[in-house]
């Protein structure tokens, strides 16, 4: 009688990504994603990996499929979904491709901005980015103020109807490859740090400067650069936010995306490495016993592990996205920890699976060593790991986060 079946008790290998409570049409567009992620992701993410270029085939895909719209409201065109259906998405694109699934959590970031406040034209930029026309992202940390990204350090200038940015952006994702980028700077007439704009910014606007190519340790697709303005006019009409109140609109209507986002990334790196882990267990054979890897214990209580792990983050992530779609006194909590907890939940989960898989992962045979590098990412992206858990223990104790 086959293993695990002797008492008629068994479960299925797949991906729990049904842990989602997801309606029926919801359900629909995810297993859409999925199979993109099955015949066009995973066809392209090694050698995106390997040669650290731009996924150009998988974010064309997601174009064409309609996903750059999920966000938008049908008034556009757009599918309308919330957070829920988008980290069930994330989640899966994150299993195929981690570079992939960033570019994309950016572009619905600055979808997420842009929407929130229009800019001059919102309406036709909004129904580009459903038809695949537009892809846009964030251009917020700077190289004064690093990872404290909520404190731009430059400052724009007045000139009649234009205000002039001069400013040093670092590691901006899809850099090169974007039509726009949702920038930060604090505000002419600002008298503190945090009275900063958000702007609609063209990526052909004149003075803008991409420094180099993106060669990091993981996610090495996504295009990450340092982008510098000199000088750049940016018409008023293109802030996506009230005068001075750069900080509220993101707070509230772009860093939840971000933050729900990055910890379905962590998942789903996560998933992946523990679903070629169970595959190589139960594919490779010690020949001269007669049993496969999957016969040791050591092995199979691994497994558990890390299944266990996912699946509680991907619990917490699913309950995070439901507070943001109706919000109440624990949802800012929610947000906080879900980043911190499923990027931390990441680099255990793929620390152990490439000792679970040794010199297989080790040799890049598996998708695991690439799950193990992608997911070092989430950890050290502003807002990082370790700042969350600063801001969790000033929100439990009553303290104002940016004090």
Not at 8 to 31: C, K, R
Request: hydrophobic share 40%; glycine share 8%; with cysteine.
């Amino acid at each position: 009688m086959e293993s695990g079946k002797r008492y008629g008790v068994s479960f299925p290998l797949q991906a729990w990504d049904s842990m989602y409570a997801l309606n029926e049409h919801q359900t629909q567009i995810v297993e859409k994603a999925k199979k993109l992620g099955q015949e066009v992701l995973d066809k392209y993410a090694r050698e995106v990996d390997e040669k650290g270029r731009f996924p150009k085939e998988s974010i064309k895909a997601l174009q064409e499929a309609g996903f750059m719209g999920l966000i938008v409201p049908t008034s556009y065109g757009g599918w309308g979904e919330g957070p829920k259906t988008f980290a069930a998405v994330v989640d899966i694109l994150a299993q195929y491709c981690g570079s992939t699934a960033m570019v994309y959590l950016m572009h619905i970031c600055g979808t997420a901005a842009i929407q929130a406040y229009p800019p001059i034209q919102g309406d036709r930029i909004l129904r580009d980015i459903v038809a695949g026309r537009h892809l846009t992202t964030l251009a917020f940390s700077e190289k004064g103020s690093r990872s404290h990204f909520w404190v731009p350090v430059s400052q724009a200038r007045q000139n009649g109807s234009a205000h002039i940015v001069s400013c040093e952006k670092s590691w901006v994702t899809s850099a090169s490859q974007a039509d726009s980028y949702i920038l930060s700077t604090k505000a002419p007439d600002a008298k503190g740090p945090m009275e900063w704009n958000m702007y609609f910014v063209p990526t052909t606007t004149p003075g803008i400067k991409v420094e180099g190519p993106w060669d990091g340790l993981g996610l090495k697709g996504n295009d990450s650069a340092p982008v510098i303005l000199q000088n750049a006019s940016i018409p008023v009409d293109q802030r996506v936010c009230e005068p001075g109140m750069g900080f509220n609109a993101a707070f509230q209507h772009v860093l939840p995306w971000f933050q729900i986002g990055n910890a379905a990334i962590s998942v789903g790196l996560a998933e992946a490495a523990l679903q070629s882990s169970i595959q190589h267990a139960l594919q490779t054979q010690f020949q001269h016993l007669g049993i496969n890897l999957a016969s040791l214990p050591n092995i199979r209580a691994n497994l558990a592990k890390m299944r266990m792990e996912v699946d509680a983050c991907r619990a917490l992530v699913d309950k995070v996205a439901e507070k943001m779609e109706k919000p109440d006194a624990t949802t800012l909590l929610g947000v906080l920890e879900c980043k911190a907890a499923c990027n931390e939940m990441a680099l255990r989960v793929t620390e152990l699976a490439m000792r679970t898989c040794g010199g297989a992962a080790f040799s890049k045979h598996l998708t695991v060593e690439r799950n193990f590098r992608d997911s070092r990412a989430g950890a050290v992206m502003a807002p990082t790991a370790d700042i969350l858990y600063d801001f969790i223990g000033k929100a439990l104790v009553g303290i104002d986060l940016f004090a």
